[in-house]
């Protein structure tokens, strides 16, 4: 009897103990969220980075991209609801949380699921409440529920690897961190909420290679070496590449090696995208980020693409790994391809005739006599 009482009262403590706890936590968390709310609608992007965990880098960084893009842009109405929370120990907790916001007249929605953790007695938002797998270059982050298409991913992201060192004749050793996304427009408000368009795979340096679901691993094998390509050159060249040279050297070195050879022939793209063709000082001055047709989308890229293949064919590709390599050596700004992409056009042009030898008006007249009077 007195064994039992005491097994009695032991349970009234605990379970009077362990509901007050997680009344404590519930409440810490609701305020949390609250807080994050108010720091992204006052764009303190001081106060607003202080709720991110510091443990994974890349999430520091793709954070504070994401943070001063609603401080450049006018996102209205920003909420962050609580829709579930679980309390899975002491130190963590998983809340599903909806996230509104109002840009340019439309009105977003988006519900995902995000680990909080406790770190040095505070909680910091710990990314979502991704399940990781590894390989000898990589490190997967995918939601439970999305284990397929990750497997998909693992069977082909060295292959991916192996490609790129191959084609570009060099590579980089650190582990890349790929994150999966439950869909595009999730996979889109992760990077920029005023990003004006859907797509398939992302890389800011120093961030993760960000995807989202794919039916076929072929997919995932030329989304990740286009976004690759991005890591290796961006990583060379300090973060001082203009945004057109960074997406011509993916689009050369891995999605025009992914098409047959008719693809990128000047006849073709020509026929491709006749009146949207640009030369260079046309393309410095777009962005791509901006863009809303599809069609000048796609011809962006190609012509990025074809302008990187008319160098590698006139200058010889050591050249071009040149410019890269040159432009590492002036030192690192922080900040997105289209925020650094100013002085980075300048850089270019300074480089250009160390280089090869001809300065950036000559360049642009090379590509268009090679583009409309030769073969
Ligand atoms: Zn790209």
């Not at 057109?244 to 008719?262: C, H, I, M, P, R």
């Not at 863009?291 to 890229?301: F, G, L, Q």
């Amino acid at each position: 009897m007195k064994k039992y009482v005491s097994v009695l009262i032991l349970l009234i403590l605990t379970l009077t103990y362990g509901a007050c706890g997680n009344k404590e936590i519930k409440g810490e968390v609701k305020i949390f969220i609250k807080n994050q709310e108010n720091f992204t609608k006052e764009k303190d992007i001081e106060k607003y980075m202080d709720t991110i965990s510091k443990e994974q880098e890349e999430y520091v960084a793709e954070k504070k991209s994401w943070i001063r893009d609603i401080k450049n842009n006018n996102i209205e109405d920003y909420t962050l609801t609580i829709e579930k929370l679980k309390i899975l120990d002491v130190s963590k907790v998983y809340v599903k949380i909806k996230q509104s916001y109002r840009y340019k007249e439309e009105k977003y929605n988006i519900v995902y699921p995000l680990l909080l953790v406790k770190e040095k007695g505070r909680w910091k938002d710990g990314d979502l409440n991704f399940e990781e797998m590894n390989t000898t270059h990589f490190k997967i982050k995918y939601l439970k529920k999305s284990k397929k298409y990750a497997k998909r991913i693992e069977k082909v992201c060295e292959t991916a690897y192996n490609n790129i060192t191959n084609r570009y004749g060099e590579s980089i050793n650190d582990c890349t961190v790929i994150k999966l996304y439950e869909d595009e427009e999730r996979l889109r408000q992760s990077v920029k909420l005023s990003f004006a368009w859907k797509f398939a795979g992302w890389y800011e340096y120093p961030e993760s290679i960000k995807t989202t679901k794919y039916e076929e691993e072929e997919t995932y094998r030329k989304i990740l070496e286009h976004e690759l390509m991005h890591k290796f050159t961006i990583s060379k060249s300090n973060n001082n590449m203009p945004y057109w040279f960074t997406e011509g050297l993916a689009v050369y070195f891995a999605n025009f090696q992914n098409e047959s050879k008719e693809y990128s022939k000047k006849s073709t793209y020509l026929r491709t995208y006749k009146g949207l063709i640009m030369n260079i000082q046309e393309i410095e001055k777009a962005n791509l980020e901006k863009m809303k047709d599809p069609k000048k989308i796609a011809n962006y890229y190609d012509n990025a693409g074809m302008i990187v293949k008319f160098m590698v064919e006139q200058y010889g590709i050591q050249k071009v790994k040149e410019i890269v390599e040159i432009l590492g050596e002036f030192s690192y700004k922080e900040g997105t391809g289209a925020e650094v992409d100013e002085q980075a056009i300048k850089r270019f042009h300074w480089i250009l005739p160390k280089v090869i030898g001809i300065n950036i008006e000559a360049l642009n007249k090379e590509w268009e006599k090679y583009l409309y009077e030769t073969e």
